[in-house]
């Protein structure tokens, strides 16, 4: 795995609770860091009765046509994007 992804994994963790980063942003991120260090989906989609975990499946599932490269780099970018969204947040 690329040092870079590495570090912005551990940046994500440190994005601050805010209206900024939302559900669906957090879902993004889930999937492409679930296809980048796992790959295509391989568990069976959660029932109804788990609507977390099956939204988490969703996210990780919609992103089965990229590359495990082009998913690190996908999560690189959304990462950066919140990060920019939040300092701007914070400088109001």
């Given amino acids: ?3 870079d992804f590495e570090e912005y994994a551990e940046k994500a963790k440190a994005l601050p609770e805010t209206q900024s980063t ?3 942003d957090k879902l993004i991120l889930y999937g492409l860091f679930k296809h980048a260090t796992v ?3 391989n568990t069976a989609r959660p029932g109804m009765c788990n609507m977390r975990e099956r939204a988490k ?4 599932e919609a992103v089965k046509d990229k590359s495990k490269e082009e998913a690190m780099n996908d ?3 959304k ?3 919140l990060q920019e969204e939040a300092a701007a947040a914070g400088a109001c």
């Avoid at 499946?57 to 990780?60: E, I, K, N, Q, Y």
Wanted: aromatic share 16%; hydrophobic share 40%.
């Fill in 39 to 41: 790959g295509v989906a």
């Fill in 57 to 60: 499946w969703d996210a990780w």
């Fill in 1 to 3: 795995m690329g040092e």
């Fill in 22 to 24: 939302s559900n669906e």
């Fill in 75 to 77: 999560y690189i970018t």
């Fill in 79 to 81: 990462v950066k994007q």
